[in-house]
């Protein structure tokens, strides 16, 4: 409960002076449409998942393709019945890939660090290891759900979120709001870019809602940021 006052009056003050809020925006939406899914691709140890259900009463599919933070995403969400957590990463393709696992498992990544990671995140996204996971497409996994249900997508998969849209053109009708992280700087190869995602969603009908705060490198330059997308 204090948790969840200290997230309200947080929420309450960001709006008083105009600021956006993106998890606020979340939570309102969630709440307007209850009979949504909510989709949280890459999922890390579940800090997203708790915000929902916190305020929320929407079913929650969680993605999670890493063992140790699936171990604790599990852990977290134990007591809440209205969440499924999945071992797998969503994509392009079908099959299985290699994991890139870093020092800070919050980067781990399908994509291979570029630059921008290397300069500023130096420590963070230092190489651990690889995992071999299984992956799959967002239709793939849709075309076994029931035609009627609806989501909402959470995307945050360092850099791979365009990979994972790629694999989601049957499912995206059925979609009405995305939220994701957008790459601004070459942080990891073959990443997609905040304006590549914006342009292929908006072929896709869906219109930009807002644009979060930046997270800046420590030379101040903008990395990445969070946006919302409606149908």
């Not at 969440?83 to 696992?101: I, N, R, Y």
Request: proline share 5%; charged share 20%; aromatic share 8%.
């Amino acid at each position: 409960m204090l948790r969840l006052l200290r997230r309200r009056i947080l929420r309450l003050a960001r709006r008083s002076i105009g600021s956006p809020d993106a998890w606020g925006d979340v939570i309102d939406l969630l709440r307007a449409a209850p009979s949504l899914t909510y989709l949280d691709v890459g999922a890390h140890i579940g800090l997203t998942v708790e915000r929902i259900t916190d305020e929320c009463q929407n079913r929650i599919v969680a993605f999670e393709p890493t063992a140790a933070s699936r171990a604790a995403l599990d852990a977290r969400v134990s007591r809440h019945p209205q969440v499924e957590t999945l071992p797998f990463a969503l994509s392009d393709q079908v099959g299985q890939a290699t994991l890139h696992c870093n020092a800070n498992a919050q980067t781990n990544s399908l994509l291979e660090n570029d630059q921008g990671n290397l300069s500023s995140f130096p420590d963070d996204v230092r190489h651990t290891g690889t995992e071999t996971i299984d992956t799959t497409t967002l239709d793939a996994w849709a075309a076994r759900r029931p035609s009627t249900e609806r989501f909402f997508l959470k995307l945050d998969v360092q850099g791979a979120e365009l990979k994972v849209l790629h694999g989601a053109i049957s499912t995206l009708p059925r979609i009405a709001a995305i939220y994701a992280e957008c790459p601004l700087a070459p942080m990891y190869r073959g990443q997609g870019e905040f304006w590549d995602i914006h342009r292929f969603l908006q072929s896709h009908g869906f219109h930009l809602a807002e644009i979060y705060p930046c997270f800046k490198n420590p030379q101040g330059h903008a990395t990445q940021t969070d946006a919302l997308w409606l149908r």
